[in-house]
């Protein structure tokens, strides 16, 4: 990077940080520091609740998403206004009524103590692992592209953000992610302009989708049907997205505290659900624009030359084992395909829309010595990643944005992973404290004595995430990462809640025993079988209830 890039990159973190201590700074309790003192308006609730899900993750996986495998990962979220309506009826008006700390207090009151803490359990761990991937995953691309030490990039990425998040709780949080996502934003439609102003002559937006359509990439909708029937191993399709979106939707909104205290801070229940309304309005179209991105990235490529690999490490290291006169001979060719690529546009035989095949079958070459360079990798047991979707977006940026929005870029990395941690660091926090300190260590504990111990499980979860951030490594595309993380423990939470609100003749006895077998249930799934992770969450949610129904009899308890 450039001085100028530098210069940008460290003023927008530090105004950032200093505007999240300075919000924070009259936070001297614990509702302050886990609700905000319930003062925020409904468009700081929606941008806080926008902020917690979109990680750095979703801006660098996203658009690498979209470049693989079309638009057709937008379809995830076609569940969420439909869950966002149950949202508003149930959960929110329950939630502010009991004027409670984190959700699973809730399920003390409905249910027992162990059936609380059980669901407790399952949020630390599933969001303790996700952080650790919020903070690795920024951290190992920029640690390759910028050639930084990936331990070190790990304790900034994770360091900085565990300052003003232990200082100022909630209140900091939510401000620092409305800055961050007006930062954010503001890069990403900077790049998407210049993107489209760096296409070939006489290529517009317009056209531009249009080429990406022709390559299969503009696929919004699929049905997930073959000529066999429904395929249960497809990922994404309409189907998976409504049901298994709207399952997954409901129960990280309703169930997972990290999203679950950002309404809470809100002033009223109508701020709650109005934040939480417009978050179900904004957030498909917000993806869909990231996909974007990533599709005219594709056609950018498919008309210039496009890098090997777009994780150059990968490259540098195999050079330096007995592969390299393979990869240099993968270079050549790789060069020769971008000549014929030049050769077709210079001599204009190359109608962008209408005579497209050659510049199909150029590609499939270019993905054919992508495909040989990713077994060489494997070969050769370096430890780079194999899949390399996670550095599309970022490699176009270091290549071909012009200084100043480059550092501006990088800085969107970290202010979308700050936003997503420090949320995350606070709700691991109130669930620590609320859920097991005063239950099971010490219930009589001061105002002081619990604003102290809130900052400490702040800071000692944020040294948890940084320590798995460094062992964590081959995950594949981190947005389907995090997500299948999630899955693993969204379904079973969220049938607990189903119960608990629905079903009032079922007691905690029973839902506690299904919640285990529920998780067994999901995990052997997970492990062996290969259906598309978003049925997890259904597959969760419904075996608890199933096994809650079958088991009341059973165990006999008072209600």
């Known amino acids: 990077m450039s001085v100028i890039d530098w210069l940008v990159l460290l003023l927008t973190m530090t105004v950032v940080v200093l505007y999240g201590v300075y919000k924070g700074r009259a936070t001297k309790d614990i509702d302050g520091y886990f609700r905000s003192s319930r003062q925020l308006p409904w468009y700081m609730v929606m941008l806080s609740v926008i902020g917690t899900q979109a990680s750095a993750v979703t801006f660098l996986s996203g658009p690498g998403q979209a470049y693989t495998d079309g638009m057709r990962f937008v379809q995830y979220y076609f569940g969420l206004p439909l869950a966002t309506i149950i949202l508003c009826i149930t959960f929110v008006p329950i939630f502010h009524k009991l004027n409670i700390y984190t959700a699973y207090e809730f399920l003390e009151k409905r249910f027992d103590k162990k059936t609380r803490t059980f669901t407790s359990f399952l949020f630390l761990l599933s969001r303790a692992l996700s952080t ?201 060719s790789h060069n020769a395909i971008s000549e014929e690529k030049k050769k077709l546009i210079e001599n204009g035989r190359l109608n962008h829309i209408d005579n497209i095949e050659a510049l199909k079958e150029l590609n499939q070459k270019e993905e054919g010595l992508r495909d040989h360079l990713k077994k060489l990798i494997k070969e050769s047991g370096i430890l780079v990643e194999t899949n390399d979707t996670n550095y599309v977006f ?113 007691g905690g006895n029973a839902v506690f025993y299904a919640a285990i077998l529920g998780e067994i249930c999901v995990l052997s799934m997970y492990a062996f079988s290969n259906i598309g992770w978003l049925w997890l969450n259904v597959i969760g949610a419904l075996a608890v209830i199933f096994f809650s129904v079958l088991l009341q009899p059973l165990v006999r308890e008072k209600l």
């Open 132 to 332: 650790g991937i919020s903070v690795y995953a920024p951290a190992i691309i920029l640690s390759s592209v910028l050639d930084w030490n990936i331990y070190l990039t790990n304790v900034i990425m994770g360091g900085i953000v565990i300052i003003y998040s232990v200082s100022g709780g909630a209140r900091a949080v939510a401000y620092t992610q409305q800055l961050q996502l007006i930062i954010i934003f503001a890069g990403l439609f900077l790049a998407a302009y210049l993107l489209i102003q760096m296409m070939p002559e006489g290529m517009g937006l317009t056209e531009a989708l249009q080429v990406g359509d022709r390559f299969g990439k503009m696929n919004v909708i699929t049905t997930g049907f073959t000529e066999s029937g429904f395929n249960w191993n497809d990922r994404f399709n309409i189907i998976s997205g409504i049901i298994g979106g709207f399952f997954l939707s409901l129960s990280y909104f309703g169930t997972d505290q990290s999203q679950v205290g950002r309404y809470l801070t809100a002033s009223s229940i109508k701020q709650s659900r109005l934040g939480l309304i417009m978050n179900g309005i904004i957030k498909i179209p917000m993806q869909f624009f990231i996909l974007l991105v990533g599709v005219l990235v594709f056609v950018y490529y498919s008309y210039n030359t496009s890098p090997l690999y777009f994780n150059d490490l990968a490259i540098t290291k195999l050079k330096k084992t007995a592969y390299k006169e393979q990869i240099i001979s993968l270079e050549q």
């Open 394 to 506: 970022i490699r176009f940026v270091m290549d071909h944005m012009p200084h100043g929005l480059i550092g501006l870029l990088i800085a969107v990395i970290f202010l979308a992973a700050w936003g997503s941690i420090a949320a995350a660091l606070n709700a691991l926090s109130s669930a620590t404290l609320i859920d097991f300190h005063k239950p099971y260590i010490k219930s009589d504990t001061t105002e002081d004595e619990e604003f102290k111990l809130s900052r400490m499980y702040t800071l000692f979860w944020g040294v948890f995430c940084i320590v798995f951030a460094q062992f964590a490594t081959n995950l594949g595309s981190l947005i389907e990462a995090v997500n299948i993380l999630g899955s693993w423990f969204y379904g079973v939470m969220l049938g607990i809640f189903l119960v608990a609100f629905y079903l009032k003749k079922l």
